[in-house]
Structure formats: C-alpha cells, structure tokens
C-alpha cells in the first residue's frame, strides 16, 4: 500500500462528508487549521497533511463517513489528542483524518456496577476528577493524563506510572462500542467482569493503534479509590544500584508498589535542577521514584519504610519520603518535566519505549550507553523500572551536526531494538509502533506472526480504509 | 460445516500420525481407549467418539499433525483435561482427537523475573505446590484446580474463586507459544509485562477455546505469595439480603475481597450436610463465603472484622470466621462440594455460567426462580457474586419424567440467557460456548458482530480444521 493505492479527495467527497458530519465539522483547504492534524507529538519528519478533517459527534457519522471512503477508496486515518509517540494519528497517505475531539462526554459513572462508560475524546484527568467525587477510581493512568483522550490510551494499550500495581489500560476496559474499518457499529463486551462470549474482540481492539476499528463507547471498570498514598524519592550513586533494589522490594519487601520510576542521573539532574531543588546533584547516578497506595494509613506508611530500608541497605546515597499530595506532586513533576527539558535540550531526538523482562533491565541499560558510544550520541534513560518499560531517548550531542544525527538514527534504533529482542524483550510497550518503528517489526517478529497479523487485518478492513500504513505493511 | 465436509481417518492417515507422534501414542480401534476422549464434563448428550486419539510431545509433532488434517481436511479437536463444561473439547465430527496430556512440564520457574513457563498439560494445583517454596503465587485459580491443565483453563479464560480480586487467568498470560490451524509455530508475547508491538495475539488465543490455535507453552506472571489468609463465612435468611451486602462490601468497606462466593440455601445446606457441619439449616436462605488475603496480619484481620461488621449490619443470622489453613479449606470444602452433591442430587441438569452486571444479581436471582417455577424445574444458584457470574443449575425434579426435562431444556436455557442478555449480561462468564452454548450466541451478540469472529476464524483456519464446531456455525 501507498499513497497511489487511494484515490484523492474531492469536491463531491468533501460535501458528502459535510452532510454526514455538517459543514462547520469538515476542515478543507485551509492549510493553518489542517497543519496541527498532520503530526502527533513524534518529530516533524513523521508527520503529513490531511486532504480533509472531519470532526464527527456519533458512531452513525462515522460509519456513514467509513462507508464513503470504502466506496471511494480512501484513507481515514483516526485521531484522538494526537499526544502519540509513534506517529499513529498522521495520516501518512492523506485521505479523512478522523479527530474524536467533539466526542467528549462522560456518559455514566455506575457507581453501582463500578463501572464508568466514555466517549473518545474525554481528558483523562476529566474522568479521574469526576470519579474523585465517588470514591472511585480508573487505574489506567498514562502520565499525559493533562492532555490525553481516552480513546487513545486504549488505542495505544497506554501504560504509565502506577502499571506496576495496576496494569496497563486495556485491563481496564470491559466494553467497547466500534465502528468497524467497514461502518458496521458493534457492541464488544460490557459492564461485566468476566466474559468468555465468543473471541476476545474487546482486547483485540485494545492496543490496535485504529487500525482494525474506531472506538465510539468506552466501559472501563473501576475500583474503590486509594484513601492513602505515599512516595519515596531515593537517590544512588549509579544506575546498577538503583535497579538492584527493584526485584528485592516486590521479593524480600513482599509488596507490589504503585509505581517504580528510575531516571537516570542525567535525566533527574536536567529536570530537578529547574525547580531549584536542593539534592546532592554532583552524587547522583540514578533515582527511583516509589509510591505506594492503599485504604489504610498504617499500610501505606509501613509499605514506604520497608522501601526505604530496602533502599538504605541496598546502597542508596539519600531518600526522601512524601506523605502530602502536595509533596508527592513534587516528586512527580520532576519525573514529568522530564521529556520537556529533554526537548529543550535538543528537539534532535528519539524517545523510545523498549520493554525488558525485569532482570534484563541492568543489561539493557549498559547495553544502551555502549550503542549510545558506538554512534556519538548521548542515551539518557528514564521509565517504569517495576515493569521493565525503558524510555531510552538517544540524543544528538550539541557538537553533533544534524546531517549526522539523521544518517545514523536508523541504524541506531536499530541495534537498540535487537539487543531489545535478544534480550526477551519488544520494541514498545506503552506507545506503540504507528509508522515510526513499523520498518522494524521483523527485528521482534517472525515473519510468520507479521503475516497473522496481516490475515487479521486484512479480514477485517478488505480495502485498507482505516489508518493504512501502521504497525506493518500489507 | 457438518461432519459430511470432512474426510474419514483411514489406516494411511494413521499411519502417518504414528510416524509423527510414535505408534504407543495414537489410539484407534479400541472403544475403551476413545471412549473417555468423547466428551469432557457436560452431560453424555453433548458427547462424540473420536476416530483417533493422537498424544504428541512437541510442538512439531502438532505442527505435523495439523499440516497433515490440513492436506487430508481432517478435524482437529485439542484437548487438555476434559474437565471442560461447555463441550469444548468433544470431537463433534469425529476426525483427530488431540490430548496435551503428555506436554506436562513445568519449564521454569524464574522468580527473577516472576514469570512460569510451562507446557499446556500441567496440572494447576501442581503449578502451585512448586510455586510455594518460592513465596509466588499464580492468581489465575480455577474451582477444579485439582485436575485442570493450565491449557484448559487458558482455552477458556477460566475465572474462579479469586476472580473477585485477582481477574481471570487471561490476565496472567504474558506470552504462549501456538500451534496456528495451518500448522505454523509461532511465539506470542514473552516475559514482559507491557507489549503494545502489533495485535493483542496472545488476549485473542485466550479464551478462543481452542479453535485458533493450540498453545504448547504458556508464560504466566507471578505475583508474591500473600502470605496471611482469612475466611468469613456468613449465613442470611434470603438470598436477597446476602446479595445487598456485597458492594457494601467494596464501596462502604472500602476492600476488593480475594472472593465473595454465593450459594443459595438449596446448594449451601446439600453440601454442608455432608460434612456434618453444625448449621442452623432450617433458616438458611443463603450463604456467602469470602475470602480475604494479604502480606500482613493485622490488615487481612481487620478486612474479616470489616465484613462481619458489614454482613451483621446487613441482616446475617450467622457468621463464622476462619483464620487457620484447616478452618478455611473446611469452609471452601462446602463450597467446592456443591457440584458433586447437585450431581448425586440428579444426572439430569444443566451447569449453567451467566454474567450479569453486579447490580443486576438480586434481579438475575428471582428471574431464575421465576423461569423455574415456569417449566416446573429447580434452579439452585451458586457462584461468584463479587463479579455477577451465577452458576444457576437448573435440574429435573424427582417427580418430572427425563422426556419432559430434555423437551422443556432448550427453551428453558433460551428463557435464562435472555433474561441475562436484556440485564447486560452474558451466557458464559469462564466456561466458555463450547457447542452447548453455541446456538444461543445470538441472544447476545448481533449477527454482525457473529460475523467478525468467523472472519477471525476463516482468516487463522481457512479450511476449519481445527476445533470446528464450536463457538459458531460458519
């Protein structure tokens, strides 16, 4: 499939699509409005216009809008905040970008079945301050929960900072309404627990970067909210350190903490040295960032001591506990301004989302910083460290040019993912491979499975309507 | 597909079959041999003889097998310990009966990386006796964990006693490796707890009942082995009063329990009798048993306390806590009974395994004995209250005639699932559709949505060899 498979877009398309959605709902012609549906947050290399940007209001629009495009052969490409990190919302052949932004009501919280049902395009933190209000709580919580929909974390299977208790989204999520790559409207699954009906289409769906369907209904399961949290901040003098502690707190400390999150010194140093926080910076290797929940105080502040001690006996150079939201907030934004400052210190970059069986994690890293010298490029690290997910971020050195860096990234990525693979591990766990990481599948995946994944699509959207071009080519 | 579409196993195939798995390790000709591979544990109605019985070792002698019922159109029928309820494992057209029971093994235990890889024949409870002496836990736990094959129970997504708390055993599979239909061998997933690289193939395999693929390794995750158990076990007059309390239990408690098992006075008083136990039988309208777990003794008290606290304010006419291993496997021991005792109770019934949302159980409860009262059956309910699964047995009374009961079934189970459609519910919440479930799909599911899961099926076995039959009709 290319660009040269589709037909373009015209006139007549442009008002059939302004009759299904309405005319103020199709952006077309005007450059500055399509521009910002062209990228997701990867770097501008990835991004491409839109022909047109449809903004629909119901699962009937969008099937009358993918029942247009089958007869005409076009590309509708899905997109929800557009916060990705694997270009999965750019619509790389053009054709319909498909934004669930008008899509953003909080249709019911079941505070009787526990249960929360959603449209796409609702923030998440919206949905969390609602459910605040009734004691609840949705676990699936990625750390863009400022700016990301819904839609997408489940379009992405996103992870984040409390999976290593938690899980990621998709445990979360128990019903679906889809529009399939066809128009047909389905209901998948519902607000019931346990569910073996036929295949598991809900978790299918889950994770398909919208290529095998649009989600127009979302029923996530919920679960009493925590009373009482805590965080420990810790700091080592090396990254070795630091992760050594990790398998013994879930181990020897008998607990799953609610995040594990273990920046690397450069990593902190660049994000907590903006907030003038005071840490013995010139000391510092490596950090991890505990926190622990739970419904009883006495638990929570046990939990947080047995990992200090961990920690102390594990060779840490200092630990800091949290107890108020407000110091926990603390610890929390310096990890958060992490890709900011990144950013800041040159938009030349990759961030990466690798994953690692958790006792790989210690080669992984040393693994990463002997790549990052074979190329001259610098490979800070950050991530969830209880659940192996690294978010390695090559950077170009500032003495680098950027002809250089562009030439050797693919080979670099390269060497990254295949040490991912003989590792045990995969070359995303919480982001996706969208277009950016799709030439690389084969490094993780026989060939054979590629082809599985192929049938599936292929029985499910025969003409290649939905977001053509992702995770592999047909 | 009928039998009619499917050639006969003749001398020359089995031949081949023994070349591939050794000739000691297929069976033909013998009735006696076949005869226990003819159904699994739904009554004899739903059974079949197979025309042979192959025991492979490996994934390539699968491999082989399935190439082999590919060329010839042979069906193919896996199956893991037959303790199935849906008729999963019967070989409806005869053709190749395929047994994991040899696939045995326990890999590994990699308590680096909590992860346990074994082979699909492995016995649950074995899994867990090796997983003590490491403090680990396997939380996907079955009732029948004394003779189900971890294979089974990924097939059919088995839930349990501790779904409540735990989830289901899809929950802990990171990785398999499979058999396609086609007979190619592919890894899925691995020993990594996020994986957002292509489809969800291994949340499509569980669950998928054997019908799109054969597993012939699984990779469980591990959690640390609560080390500190309580049971309550709490007694009402009606069922609708012991119902009220749960989501007490997780709103007003403020706990998830590790279970919340719910047996009606019927069921509850068979099974107590047996042991002799010392109940006020005569006022027991129903029974809940929960269990609570935890790494500390002072919470995993304090929850039991808060459910009694709960369940007295709620109406209980009894309550007993225990807090030994014997005082809680006694408890469980009523539990686990009640099938067998149903059993001795009459032949002539039908174990049924709705989900309805949690809220809906008081209502699912009387429209089962509204239905009973209907076609003048008993329908005892236990089950998994905590997650709206209900095992309604509905059985022939000793004064009705068999011819009645087997007229008035199928409309009488019609009548069942869609009340529990209408409620949001489902007609299988871990046992799975099976063929006895099979004709009922869609008083749960559109046609359409029918239509994705075979186009799934035709794409993964497009000559439907394996496991044909089941699920849907094609």
């Excluded at 449809?54 to 557009?82: D, H, M, Y």
């Excluded at 420990?232 to 990790?246: G, M, N, P, Q, R």
Aim: hydrophobic share 40%.
């Amino acid at each position: 499939m290319t660009s040269s498979n589709y037909n373009p877009v015209t006139k007549e398309i442009i008002g059939e699509l302004q009759r299904i959605c309405g005319e103020a709902f199709v952006y077309a012609g005007d450059e500055k409005k399509l521009d910002k549906y062209s990228r997701d947050k990867v770097p501008e290399q990835y991004g491409h216009m839109p022909e047109v940007v449809v903004l629909p209001k119901t699962a009937g629009e969008i099937s009358g809008i993918l029942k247009l495009a089958n007869r005409e052969i076009i590309p509708v490409t899905p997109r929800a905040a557009g916060s990705g990190l694997s270009g999965g919302a750019v619509p790389i052949y053009g054709g319909i970008l498909l934004s669930v932004e008008r899509m953003d009501e909080i249709i019911e919280i079941d505070d009787q079945n526990l249960m929360a049902v959603v449209e796409p395009g609702v923030i998440t933190n919206k949905l969390d301050e609602k459910l605040r209000d009734y004691g609840l709580f949705f676990a699936g919580y990625p750390m863009s929960e400022e700016f990301c929909f819904i839609g997408g974390n489940v379009a992405e299977n996103a992870g984040g900072g409390r999976a290593v208790k938690y899980g990621v989204t998709g445990q979360y999520i128990q019903g679906l309404e889809i529009v399939t790559p066809t128009g047909d409207i389905i209901q998948l699954g519902g607000k019931r627990i346990k569910d073996v009906t036929g295949y598991n289409m809900v978790q299918l769906m889950v994770g398909s970067e919208g290529t095998l369907g649009i989600y127009t209904r979302i029923i996530i399961k919920l679960l009493p909210r925590p009373t009482h949290r805590q965080a420990v901040l810790v700091l080592f003098a090396d990254a070795e350190t630091a992760i050594a502690v990790v398998p013994k707190i879930m181990t020897a400390g008998g607990m799953v903490p609610t995040s594990i999150e273990f920046m690397d010194g450069f990593t902190f140093n660049l994000a907590a040295r903006r907030f003038d926080e005071d840490f013995p910076y010139d000391k510092i290797g490596a950090a991890l960032l505990f926190e622990v929940d739970g419904m009883q105080s006495s638990v929570v502040s046990q939990d947080a001591a047995t990992i200090r001690k961990i920690c102390r006996n594990g060779g840490a150079i200092a630990e800091y506990r949290a107890s108020t939201e407000e110091e926990i907030e603390r610890f929390w934004k310096i990890r958060k301004r992490i890709p900011w400052e990144l950013l800041r210190y040159t938009p030349h970059q990759s961030i990466e989302d690798i994953v690692v069986p958790i006792a790989s994690i210690p080669a992984a890293l040393s693994g990463l910083q002997k790549i990052g010298r074979k190329y001259g490029v610098a490979v800070p690290v950050l991530g969830h460290a209880g659940d192996g997910n690294l978010h390695a971020v090559p950077l170009k050195l500032p003495d680098d040019s950027v002809e250089h860096w562009e030439a050797i990234l693919p080979a670099l990525l390269k060497d990254i993912y295949a040490m991912t693979s003989e590792m045990g591990g995969t070359i995303s766990g919480e982001h996706g491979i969208g277009h950016k990481r799709r030439d690389y599948m084969s490094l993780v995946m026989s060939e054979t499975h590629i082809d599985l994944l192929r049938k599936i699509k292929q029985a499910l959207d025969p003409k290649h309507i939905l977001n053509p071009g992702k995770i592999f080519i047909y």
